[in-house]
């Protein structure tokens, strides 16, 4: 149709957002901190936009209603080591849950000019990740070097299948990419600058070295065929390949 016709009152109203957290850390030897802690956040008055069936022979019209709303919560425990000056290690694993109504108005036209209006479904969000575990850290080496990694694994992004029509095949955000995996490494050394035209700088140090993104180079694919109706249904595409790259920071 030619635009948006009005589906709910008080359109005049803004969504809103309410949202808290509990903190626990507990030192468990010297360098040695572990923390828990829950957050929840719950967004209501979000616009929704669903398509609505004109009378025969006449246009279909978009429904506009800010009656949507979205949920998420989260677990997270993470342990923190620091053995040395030099050196310290961190582990992370979160467990959460998003849900909420998928045809809200930022999710259905931000990412396509044109997109597919389909009727609205409550359930698992594009961003949903249960299960989540990130490390971290930097270690000395010899020689004054630095190694910094970061692990991430985490569940596989959701995903909807579609028939032909590009409705629904399923249920919506049923299906998932498969478990990502990626580790980041960092190899450096630090130099002092002793240039005393440098000013402030002068104190702070530069950092040489070397990084390469998704070392393994593990296939975390970015997208999938997901038209019931294609050959190549299932099959995932645009996999994340290995970067490599220098590293040249001034810090402090």
Same mark, same amino acid.
Do not use: C, K, M
């Given at each position: 149709g030619g635009g948006f016709v009005a589906a709910?009152?008080?359109?005049?109203t803004s969504p809103r957002n309410f949202a808290g957290n509990f903190e626990v850390d507990r030192e468990l030897r010297r360098g040695m901190v572990i923390?828990?802690?829950?957050? %929840?956040?719950? +967004?209501? =008055?979000?616009?929704?936009? !669903?398509p609505v069936s004109g009378v025969p022979g006449r246009s279909s019209l978009l429904g506009l209603a800010n +009656?949507?709303? &979205?949920? %998420?919560?989260?677990?997270? +425990? +993470?342990?923190? %080591?620091?053995?040395?000056?030099r050196s310290e290690l961190n582990v &992370? %694993?979160?467990? &959460?849950?998003?849900?909420? =109504? @998928?045809? !809200?108005?930022?999710?259905? *036209?931000?990412? @396509?000019?044109?997109?597919? #209006?389909? /009727?609205? *479904?409550?359930? !698992? @969000?594009?961003? =949903?990740?249960?299960?989540?575990? #990130?490390?971290?850290g930097a270690f000395a080496l010899p020689w004054n070097f630095t190694v910094s990694p970061v692990v991430d694994v985490h569940s596989g992004l959701p995903d909807s299948d579609l028939d032909a029509s590009q409705n629904y095949a399923g249920t919506p955000n049923g299906q998932r990419f498969p478990e990502f995996f990626s580790l980041d490494l960092k190899i450096y050394r630090e130099f002092p600058l002793h240039l005393p035209f440098l000013g402030n700088l002068k104190n702070r140090k530069i950092r040489f070295g070397v990084y390469s993104l998704n070392v393994t180079d593990?296939?975390?694919?970015?997208e999938v065929y997901?038209? $019931?109706?294609? /050959?190549? *249904?299932?099959?995932?595409?645009?996999?994340?390949?290995?970067?490599?790259? @220098? $590293?040249i920071d001034v810090v402090n």
């Open positions: 709910g009152r008080n359109l005049n923390r828990a802690s829950y957050l %929840y956040s719950q +967004t209501r =008055d979000l616009y929704l936009v !669903t +009656t949507g709303g &979205s949920r %998420y919560n989260e677990f997270e +425990t +993470t342990l923190h %080591y620091r053995p040395n000056e &992370s %694993y979160v467990q &959460s849950q998003a849900r909420g =109504d @998928l045809n !809200t108005l930022s999710d259905v *036209f931000v990412p @396509l000019e044109q997109p597919v #209006i389909r /009727p609205d *479904f409550t359930g !698992t @969000l594009a961003q =949903d990740v249960p299960n989540r575990v #990130i490390g971290w593990h296939a975390n694919a970015l997901n038209n $019931v109706s294609s /050959p190549y *249904f299932g099959h995932f595409a645009g996999f994340q390949h290995r970067v490599n790259g @220098l $590293v």
